[in-house]
T-cell receptor, first 112, second 114 residues
Framework: NAGVTQTPKFQVLKTGQSMTLQCAQDMNHEYMSWYRQDPGMGLRLIHYSVGAGITDQGEVPNGYNVSRSTTEDFPLRLLSAAPSQTSVYFC???????????FGQGTRLTVV | AQSVAQPEDQVNVAEGNPLTVKCTYSVSGNPYLFWYVQYPNRGLQFLLKYITGDNLVKGSYGFEAEFNKSQTSFHLKKPSALVSDSALYFCAVRFSSNDYKLSFGAGTTVTVRA
C-alpha cells in the first residue's frame, strides 16, 4: 500500500534551472494537489486537479506548471528556479466528498 | 473573506496535562474541518475531521476536537498529553462541499515536556 509517493526527497537546484517533482498515487483518487510549506505560513496551494486532463491554479501558482495525463500521476514543473522557491513541497490526493486528503512525504527543494 | 487561523504559534504543556490547540475559521457556508499532525521531516498525517453531526469528533492517538458553530472554532484537544505528541499541528478547512481545495492555518508547534 504505497499511497502517495513523491520523488525526489531532496533536491538542490541552481537559479534558472528547471526540474520536475514527481507525484504518484495508487488509490485511484480523482483529486490531487500540490502545496508548498514555508515556516510560519502553513501549507499554500500551488496547483490542483479534479481529474485527468483537468488542472487549475491555487493560491501561489507563479513559476510552476502542472499536467494530469493519468489519474495516478501529477507532476509539478519548475520552469526557471528562483531562490524564493526554496521550500518543502507536498503532494496530496483525495477521493473527493468529505474525505480527508492523503499526503506524500515531501520534497525538500533548495535553490541556490 | 474566507480564512482559517491558528492563533497560537506554540503551545507548551507538561506530560499528563490537558492539551488544547486552537483553530478558528471564517466561512459563509458549512465548512469541512480537519486536523493534521506533522512530525519532523515527515508528511502530514490525518487526525480527525468534522463534516456534519455530533459536534465532538474523536480521532487518532486519543485526540478529539469540538466544533463550535457560534464561535466558528474547531479546537483540538487531548485529555492527557504525551511527550510523543510533540509535533506541528495544522488545522485545515474546505470551505464548501463542492470545493476540494484545503486551506491551512499557519500551524501550531506543540511541545510536551516530561
Amino acid at each position: 500500500n504505497a499511497g502517495v509517493t513523491q520523488t525526489p526527497k531532496f533536491q538542490v537546484l541552481k537559479t534558472g534551472q528547471s526540474m520536475t517533482l514527481q507525484c504518484a498515487q495508487d488509490m485511484n483518487h480523482e483529486y490531487m494537489s500540490w502545496y508548498r510549506q514555508d515556516p510560519g505560513m502553513g501549507l499554500r496551494l500551488i496547483h490542483y486537479s479534479v481529474g485527468a486532463g483537468i488542472t487549475d491554479q491555487g493560491e501561489v501558482p507563479n513559476g510552476y506548471n502542472v499536467s494530469r495525463s493519468t489519474t495516478e500521476d501529477f507532476p509539478l514543473r519548475l520552469l526557471s528556479a528562483a531562490p524564493s522557491q526554496t521550500s518543502v513541497y507536498f503532494c496530496a490526493s483525495s477521493p473527493g466528498g468529505g474525505t480527508e486528503a492523503f499526503f506524500g512525504q515531501g520534497t525538500r527543494l533548495t535553490v541556490v | 473573506a474566507q480564512s482559517v487561523a491558528q492563533p497560537e504559534d506554540q503551545v507548551n504543556v507538561a506530560e499528563g496535562n490537558p492539551l488544547t490547540v486552537k483553530c478558528t475559521y471564517s466561512v459563509s457556508g458549512n465548512p469541512y474541518l480537519f486536523w493534521y499532525v506533522q512530525y519532523p521531516n515527515r508528511g502530514l498525517q490525518f487526525l480527525l475531521k468534522y463534516i456534519t453531526g455530533d459536534n465532538l469528533v474523536k480521532g487518532s492517538y486519543g485526540f478529539e476536537a469540538e466544533f463550535n458553530k457560534s464561535q466558528t472554532s474547531f479546537h483540538l484537544k487531548k485529555p492527557s498529553a504525551l511527550v510523543s505528541d510533540s509535533a506541528l499541528y495544522f488545522c485545515a478547512v474546505r470551505f464548501s462541499s463542492n470545493d476540494y481545495k484545503l486551506s491551512f492555518g499557519a500551524g501550531t508547534t506543540v511541545t510536551v515536556r516530561a
